[in-house]
């Protein structure tokens, strides 16, 4: 309607330099979270329910919260119908293309060869890398369709050697799921897809099921529900499972300045405030006029008016905030605070500047670098730590898919070399085997 159209989509304007830090840090904080509590009562009789009722508790909930009611088996099998991937030569190209750039990038994280250090003489130390043989990578259905996301995440699971990926997904209310999801399904070389959202997509995977394969990680963004069933398995030592991070709603910090141009930045405002209400987007203001932060909120509001999903964008404006900072290096310390998913520098020589970032998800870096190139075909990963785990999490990548296994060869003359520090040590923790088992060897090299 007329009244609601022209309600001005406008960020909530601070004055970082009028607050104190603390002041300022509150504002900064993120949209809150149902508490875990609340969230895990409904989880937990759902994982419950699909690690022992198997494939019929699977499908029932599908039934009951897809209402895929006509689907018969939750999985399905590689090879993969043609009918199933019917797609336009444009989206075809479109995922090839990125398909190869995310393999090309994710392949250079390949560590050159196994590791081997003498760390005295005849003490060797290496370290190899082996792939996690099962992952089960969950792509989120919801209000999008997120091919992309199975590329991020099954590309590194096929360039890591991966045995065994499983994919799995909610499917649409007919029983089917999207072809772009079953083609990037199959260039991955994705073993089934489990047709199954939510926490019963991720008990399924974690336990197994008749049809669907266990798996020994599983990766991958979701809701609340999705996230504390993560959490919960990898907690349970008798599923044997880890997962990659902790997720929360998406989100991006612009650093805008005088050279920056107002149109680019609002649109990247936008690009992340469209995924969801409860995404967050922050300016940081770098010294700007009066002038220029105009043009850049006339720019939003005018661009997302345009935008189909403008609804979900006034949502998620309504709690993001432009912060005014006098110098870049504010601007720095602000994020680095903050820790955003995204943090794209739409600043003069922006290259040198990101020596300065200690926590971010991803980095975009330049006028001419959106943030929707790194979501899509640039080759970075777009599973990344939100909610301020920027500080301590790494997105998706290719370490993501393998273990490290370290080994250890001695001569008897590093025995020797190293053996009394051993021996002091296990005295000192009264491990009396554990020093006598370098003793026995000693004495036997004395003997000879
Ligand atoms: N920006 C999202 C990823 C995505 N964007 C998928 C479009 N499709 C979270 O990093
Ligand atoms: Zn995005």
């Known amino acids: 309607d007329?009244?609601?159209?022209?309600?001005?989509?406008?960020?909530?304007?601070?004055?970082?330099?009028?607050?104190?830090?603390?002041?300022?840090?509150?504002?900064?904080q993120r949209p809150s979270q149902k508490s875990s509590d609340a969230i895990l009562k409904i989880v937990l009789p759902i994982v419950d329910e699909v690690r022992k009722g198997g494939d019929k508790a699977l499908l029932s909930y599908t039934h009951k919260f897809e209402k895929a009611t006509s689907l018969t088996s939750p999985v399905l099998k590689a090879p993969f119908p043609k009918e199933l991937m019917d797609l336009s030569e444009e989206t075809i190209r479109a995922i090839d293309t990125s398909f190869n750039n995310i393999k090309t990038f994710h392949a250079a994280q390949r560590e050159e060869k196994p590791l081997s250090v003498e760390t005295m003489p005849g003490v060797v130390c290496g370290r190899f890398t082996r792939p996690i043989e099962r992952v089960g990578l969950y792509v989120p259905g919801g209000t999008a369709v997120l091919p992309s996301t199975a590329l991020m995440l099954g590309v590194?699971?096929?360039?890591?050697?991966?045995?065994?990926?499983?994919?799995a997904s909610p499917p649409r209310a007919d029983g089917s799921i999207s072809p772009e999801i079953v083609y990037a399904a199959h260039k991955v070389g994705a073993e089934s897809i489990v047709l199954a959202g939510g926490a019963q997509a991720v008990a399924a995977m974690a336990y197994g099921t008749e049809s669907v394969t266990k798996v020994d990680k599983i990766l991958g963004p979701g809701n609340q529900f999705v996230t504390a069933a993560k959490m919960h398995v990898s907690n349970d030592t008798n599923a044997g499972v880890s997962i990659d991070m902790p997720a929360g709603p998406s989100e991006v910090l612009v650093i805008a300045d005088e050279d920056s141009n107002p149109a680019f930045v609002a649109s990247d405002l936008l690009s992340q405030a469209e995924h969801g209400v409860d995404s967050q987007v922050i300016l940081l203001a770098v010294g700007l006029t009066e002038e220029k932060l105009q043009a850049i909120e006339t720019q939003v509001h005018e661009q997302a008016l345009r935008l189909p999903r403008v609804d979900i964008v006034r949502g998620c404006i309504k709690h993001s905030v432009t912060v005014q900072v006098k110098s870049l290096d504010d601007a720095m310390r602000i994020s680095n605070e903050y820790a955003?998913?995204?943090?794209?520098?739409?600043?003069?020589?922006?290259?040198?500047?990101?020596?300065?970032?200690?926590?971010?998800?991803?980095?975009?870096?330049?006028?001419?670098?959106?943030?929707?190139?790194?979501?899509?075909?640039?080759?970075?990963?777009?599973?990344?730590?939100?909610?301020?785990?920027?500080?301590?999490?790494?997105?998706?990548?290719?370490?993501?898919?393998?273990?490290?296994?370290t080994c250890s060869n001695l001569t008897s003359d590093g025995l020797r070399n190293v053996g009394s520090a051993v021996m002091q040590l296990a005295k000192v923790e009264q491990l009396e085997a554990h020093r006598r088992a370098v003793e026995i060897r000693l004495n036997y090299l004395d003997m000879k």
């Not at 590194?156 to 994919?167: R, Y």
Request: charged residues 25%; glycine residues 8%; contains cysteine.
């Open 2 to 28: 007329q009244t609601k159209n022209e309600e001005r989509i406008l960020m909530q304007r601070i004055d970082a330099t009028a607050i104190s830090e603390e002041e300022l840090s509150k504002q900064l």
């Open 156 to 167: 590194p699971a096929m360039v890591a050697g991966c045995e065994k990926i499983v994919l």
């Open 340 to 405: 955003p998913e995204h943090l794209i520098l739409q600043i003069k020589d922006a290259d040198k500047v990101v020596d300065k970032v200690m926590n971010a998800g991803s980095v975009f870096i330049g006028e001419w670098t959106p943030e929707s190139v790194g979501d899509y075909s640039a080759g970075v990963n777009h599973s990344l730590p939100t909610y301020g785990f920027a500080k301590q999490y790494s997105g998706v990548n290719l370490g993501s898919f393998v273990k490290h296994i």
